[in-house]
């Protein structure tokens, strides 16, 4: 709990903190310990720290330099972001970071230590009440809010210079309704999973495994199901079959910026439930909890493919997986896929016509002296435990994700194709970044007209093309620029390919062009009206969100123009 005295000195210190030390005080008092103050996360390793000298804290520095690029350590720690560059400010270059690959190099902490776009206060969320007092906060003083989950962002969405943060990641409840009714509804829904705003993908699925359940849901075990994910559209590689996150969500609570806690549903607020079925995080209010649709228990079959890459065999590959991806789509297949390597699983199919179906794509792998597994398991637990846990994405590293939803039509014609292929191949050959192929679109799922508000683009693709594009801790602010360029130009070649799809509001392009229309389509104009329904005054806003204030907002002082 923050003292009275630690309150007036970091308001003291504050430049961006508008509202009177009083306010301050009163907030801090009604939130009842639940208003922290905080440094950069690697701020124990420094002997500098926003511009005053601090005690270099050895045991501290060490737990930080070990966990520094572990998603379950970042996850659980409020100033921690799992890609650093968005705890930093980019255009000033004020940070606070360690070198990821060698966590001990000291020309880390021989600059200064700043606190960068990490939040000096932020709410550890523990009801609707609290987000309620902040909401009033925030329209009384005018301190801005952002608010944060996990912190997996691609887009620096859970991050604001200066702001109050609402941290929601302790709203950990996990409740099983085997006969689900939304409230205020006549409908009964069988095997449910009720759960609060900050739980992550892998307590939700040990628990819906506890139950003999199945949730169609990310691949990374610390993704939060009830934040950004769920409302951005949220793929999945079950997706195929059983739809986005935003087709199996049944009910959301949420504050909206008016103070007022909701039930969205289908039967009560129902644009609101309609606007946060895809119109992403971060504008409508705060998500409490969530209820979503499960599946029982399933085999999957499994295909996990790998070879080294040679300069002249991953173009064939890339061109195989174009030609089979079709009629893969058709037997509910999702996965990913890239120019050397796939991991690809089918709840519909039997082990042999697994084998069968994949019978090319194996014999190419097998050629090229790879590795090829065709195995059946006997859940979604057994199998994200064998395949993703135990991968780590790798977090703690400069990154960021640009991608393309990819429409069917492509794979339906030689020239297509072609086309097709040859854009990957360009990807490669002119920016050096690997396709990163998303088999998570909904591809067999029937979904109910108009029940999301992604864009319409999702139901007439087939894949996800991403890319990803790297710098270092110490990059420049113009290197990071050449970097974010080139995801730029990546992605525009897909555009150019793809006139008329759309983009995953989460893994679009920072700088997405024409971004209302990329990734809402013609949702857009309703999704605005309900913005300003609900948050008329604007106290959410994030970027290239709907109802954005643009680029030019202070809010946005810290992305490179
Ligand atoms: C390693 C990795 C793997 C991924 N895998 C997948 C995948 O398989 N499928 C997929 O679709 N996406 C995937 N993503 C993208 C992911 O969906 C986005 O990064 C998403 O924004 C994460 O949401 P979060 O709430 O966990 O993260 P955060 O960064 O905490 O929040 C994301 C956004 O949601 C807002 N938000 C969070 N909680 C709330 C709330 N309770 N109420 C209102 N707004 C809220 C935040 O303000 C922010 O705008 C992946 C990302 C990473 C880094
Ligand atoms: C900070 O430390 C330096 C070097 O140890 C010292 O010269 C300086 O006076 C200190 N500043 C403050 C404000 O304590
Ligand atoms: C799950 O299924 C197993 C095997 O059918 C059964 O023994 C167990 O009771 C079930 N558990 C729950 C929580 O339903
Ligand atoms: C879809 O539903 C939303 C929310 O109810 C509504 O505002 C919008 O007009 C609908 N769009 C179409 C095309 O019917
Ligand atoms: C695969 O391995 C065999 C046996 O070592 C070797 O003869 C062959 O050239 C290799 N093929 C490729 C494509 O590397
Ligand atoms: C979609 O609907 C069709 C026609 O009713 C049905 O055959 C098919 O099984 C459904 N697909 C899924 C994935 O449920
Ligand atoms: C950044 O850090 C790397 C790794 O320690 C080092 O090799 C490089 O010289 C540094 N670059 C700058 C500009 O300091
Ligand atoms: C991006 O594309 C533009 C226009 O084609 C080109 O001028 C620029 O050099 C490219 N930038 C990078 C970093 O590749």
């Known amino acids: 709990m923050l003292s009275n005295l630690s309150v007036l000195l970091l308001v003291a210190q504050s430049t961006l903190a508008l509202p009177s030390v009083q306010d301050w005080l009163a907030f801090s008092d009604s939130l009842e310990g639940r208003l922290h103050a905080t440094v950069p996360l690697s701020a124990p390793c420094f002997p500098i720290v926003n511009g005053r000298n601090s005690t270099v804290d050895p045991e501290r520095c060490a737990a930080v330099q070990a966990g520094y690029t572990q998603a379950d350590f970042r996850s659980v ?59 009033k906060f925030s329209a009384k003083t005018g301190v801005r809010l952002s608010i944060k989950a996990s912190g997996h962002d691609y887009k620096g969405r859970s991050v604001s210079k200066g702001s109050l ?47 003999n359940l199945t949730i169609v849901g990310g691949y990374h075990q610390t993704v939060t199901a ?24 049944l009910q959301f609570k949420v504050v909206t910026p008016d103070g007022v806690h909701r039930v969205a549903n289908s039967f009560q607020n129902s644009d609101l439930f309609w606007a946060l079925r895809g119109g992403g995080g971060s504008t409508f209010g705060v998500v409490m909890e969530s209820t979503f649709l499960a599946e029982p228990r399933m085999k999957l079959q499994v295909a996990s493919m790998s070879f080294t890459r040679t300069s002249t065999n991953y173009q064939p590959f890339l061109r195989l997986l174009v030609d089979e991806s079709y009629k893969w789509g058709t037997e509910g297949w999702g996965g ?12 519909l199919l039997t082990l042999d016509q697994a084998v069968e179906s994949l019978k090319h794509v194996a014999e190419y792998v097998r050629a090229q002296n790879g590795t090829v597994v065709i ?45 097709l292929t040859n854009t990957m191949l360009q990807m490669i050959a002119q920016y050096g970044v690997n396709p990163y192929i998303v088999v998570g679109t909904p591809f067999l799922f029937n979904e109910t007209v108009n029940a999301t508000s992604v864009t319409p683009a999702w139901r007439r693709a087939l894949w996800q093309i991403g890319g990803h594009v790297t710098w270092n801790f ?12 080139i995801a730029s130009n990546v992605t525009q070649l897909m555009r150019d390919i793809t006139p008329g799809s759309g983009a995953y509001f989460n893994e679009g392009d920072l700088y997405e062009t024409d971004h209302e229309v990329s990734f809402w389509g013609p949702n857009y104009p309703a999704l605005l009206a309900i913005k300003k329904k609900y948050d008329p005054q604007s106290l959410l806003d994030c970027w290239q969100c709907v109802g954005w204030r643009g680029a030019g907002d202070v809010r946005y002082d810290c992305y490179l123009p």
């Not at 890239?338 to 709840?347: C, E, H, Q, R």
């Not at 110490?474 to 360029?485: A, G, M, P």
């Open 77 to 135: 720690r409020y100033p921690a972001y799992m890609f650093p560059q968005w705890e930093t400010c980019q255009r000033t270059e004020e940070k606070c970071l360690l070198d990821p690959s060698d966590t001990s190099n000291p020309l880390a902490w021989a600059l200064p230590c700043q606190q960068g776009s990490v939040s000096k206060f932020y709410v550890a969320v523990s009801s609707p009440e609290d987000v309620q007092k902040a909401f």
């Open 165 to 211: 943060n609402l941290w929601t990641r302790k709203l950990d409840s996990l409740l099983y309704t085997p006969n689900f009714t939304p409230e205020g509804g006549n409908k009964v829904y069988k095997n449910t999973i009720t759960f609060g705003a900050g739980v992550p993908f892998e307590d939700l699925y040990r628990f819906a495994d506890e139950n």
């Open 226 to 249: 009830s934040g950004g994910w769920v409302m951005g559209g949220g793929h999945s590689i079950l997706s195929p079959v059983f739809g986005l996150g935003v087709d199996r969500v």
């Open 336 to 347: 990913h896929m890239g120019a050397t390597n796939l991991i690809n699983v089918n709840p």
């Open 375 to 419: 195995e059946e398991l006997p859940s979604w637990q057994a199998f994200f435990t064998k395949y993703v846990t135990t991968a780590q994405a790798s977090v703690g590293t400069e990154n960021e994700l640009v991608g393309r939803l990819i429409p069917t039509d492509l794979f339906t014609s030689e020239e297509g194709k072609t086309t």
């Open 474 to 485: 110490n990059s420049s602010t113009s290197e990071i620029r050449d970097q974010l360029k």
